[in-house]
């Protein structure tokens, strides 16, 4: 990640929770539509912990960024 520029981080964050947060939301309409099993809610969570893995990586990112440049 190191070699990564600012932007790039910050599209590959954004792109990782963008698509988990979609499937996030597709597998939350499955459980809401259907009967559901207990994997189908482990892998509801997988999904989540996935969107926080993305907004936690845009949010540090964008920190660190501040930091650098002395703000």
Excluded: D, H, P
């Excluded at 910050?10 to 988990?20: D, K, N, P, T, V």
């Excluded at 482990?42 to 893995?53: E, Q, S």
């Amino acid at each position: 990640m190191n070699k990564f520029s600012y932007r790039s981080r910050l599209l590959y964050f954004g792109m990782i929770a963008f698509f988990s947060l979609a499937f996030f939301l597709l597998q939350l309409y499955s459980i809401l539509n259907n009967g559901a099993g207990t994997s189908s809610y482990v892998l509801l969570f997988l999904w989540g912990l996935m969107v926080a893995f993305g907004l936690g990586g845009i949010f540090y990112t964008v920190r660190k960024n501040k930091q650098e440049r002395g703000q």
